[in-house]
C-alpha cells in the first residue's frame, strides 16, 4: 500500500492534531508575541537574539522591525535641550476649535510649570499644534520631599498635595518606606522629560475633550513626532519663525499677529509667558538681554525682515552658521527669484519643510554630529558622519540628522476648512 502523508503532525497543548506548517506557538503565545511587537520586552522578560531579524522574549519569536524605537533624546551632560514636538489629530479632522484651542493652552502652561520645562512658542491648529519645548538638564541631586510637595501644591492645589503627602506617610508608617520612596521618586520622573511633559499634556487634554464631547477612544492619531534644535541663532531662530507662520501658510491670517493660538499672536496680545518664550529666542539672535519692548521688535524682524539676506540679523545669523557670504543686495535678491534660484529664508518659511518636523536633529554641522555620536548604535555602522547639508533653499548652513529625500518642501496648501472658524481679532 502506498504510504499517504499526513497533512497533520503532532498535537496541540489541548489534544487537537496540529495542520503540517503551522505554527507551535499555542494561541496565548502569539497574542503575547503581537503584544510584544507593540511594547517591546518588559524588565522581568528573558531577552535572547534569535538572529539579525528576530529575537526571543520568554520563548516567544518577536520580529525586530515590530518593535517601537525609542525617542532620539539629548546626551545627559547638556545643560538644556530643544525639541520642536509635533502631534496631529486622529484622521486630522479639524476638531479644535476656540474652546479646545483655549483648554489646551490652560493645560500646556500647567504642565510646563510643573515638569519644569519652557514652551519656547507654539502654534495651536484645528487638527494639530507644534510646540518648540526647552528642557533643561536634569538635576543631578534631586530637590527635597518639602520642596515636591510645595510645587505640586503650586501647580495643581492644596487637594492633590494633601494626597500624595498622606500616601507617603501612610507608606512610612507602616514600615514601607521603599514605596515611599517610589511615590516620590515617580512624581520626580515627571519632570525634565519632553516625552513626560508631552505624554501627559496630550493624555489630560484627551480626558478633557471626550468628557466635553461625550466621546470615547484615542484623539491623537500617532504619538507625537520631536526634532532636536540647537539652541544657537540659526536653528532655533529659524524653527521658532516657522512654528509661528503655520497660521500664515495655512491662508488663515496674512500677519502673524492676528492669530493668537500662536505664541507671537499670543505675545502681541500681552501674554507674559509668551513672551517670556520669546525672549529666549530674541536674546539669542541680539547675543544680548533684550528689554521687553525690545523682544518682540527683534523677533518681528526675524519674521519679516531675515528673509532679504542683506539685512544685519541675517548677517549675524550667516557668521553664526559659517556661511562666507555675509549679505546680497535687493537688487540680487530679486534678480534670483526672478531666474526661479534658490528660495530665501522668507520664502521657505511660508513653505512646509519637512527638515522641522522629520529631520531627527536640526542645527550647525557640529551639533547634528554631537547628537549622531551620543547614540551612535541607533545608525547603520557603515555610516560615518551624521550631519546631511539641507538642501532645496537657503538654510544658512544648517544640517539635518536625517538625509530626507521626497517632498522636503512644499508650497503652502491652501485655506483650512474650518477657516472661518477661526477666531476674529
Known sequence: MQEVESDFTGTTATGRPRRRGSSCCSTEAKKQSKSRMRSGPMPHDTVRKNNENCIC??????????????????????????????????DRRFVLEQAEKRRFLELMRMYERFCQVR??????????????????????????????????????GEKTAWRVEEQVRQYRQTGADLAAQQVIAGWFSRMWDVSQFMKTLKQR????????????????????????????????GMVAAYIDLNPVRAGLVDDPKDYPWSGYGAAIAGADAARSGLATVSNC?????????????????????????????????????????????????????AQSGELTVREVLRCRVRYFTAGAAVGSREFVNAVFDSDRDRFGGTRIEGARAMKGADFLGLCSLRDLQKCVITPPSPPEADAASAPSV
Open 285 to 337: 539672535l541680539a547675543r544680548r538681554e533684550l528689554s521687553k519692548g525690545e523682544v518682540l521688535s527683534h523677533y518681528r524682524r526675524m519674521l519679516y525682515v531675515a528673509g532679504d539676506a542683506g539685512d544685519l540679523i541675517t548677517q549675524q545669523i550667516r557668521r553664526d552658521a559659517g556661511r562666507a557670504k555675509a549679505g546680497i543686495d535687493r537688487e540680487a535678491v530679486n534678480r534670483v527669484k
Open 57 to 90: 522574549i520568554n520563548k516567544v519569536s518577536v520580529p525586530l522591525f515590530g518593535m517601537r524605537r525609542s525617542r532620539l533624546r539629548a546626551p545627559a551632560d547638556w545643560k538644556v535641550a530643544y525639541y520642536h514636538c509635533v502631534s496631529r489629530v486622529v
Open 119 to 156: 514652551v519656547v512658542t507654539f502654534c495651536l491648529m484645528s487638527n494639530h499644534f507644534h510646540l518648540l519645548v526647552e528642557v533643561p538638564q536634569r538635576p543631578s541631586l534631586m530637590p527635597s520631599e518639602a520642596w515636591l510637595l510645595g510645587h505640586i501644591r503650586d501647580c495643581f
Open 205 to 236: 487634554f484627551t480626558q478633557w475633550f471626550n468628557k466635553h464631547h461625550e466621546r470615547r477612544g484615542t484623539l491623537w492619531e500617532d504619538r507625537f513626532r520631536s526634532t532636536m534644535v540647537e539652541g544657537g541663532p540659526a536653528a532655533l
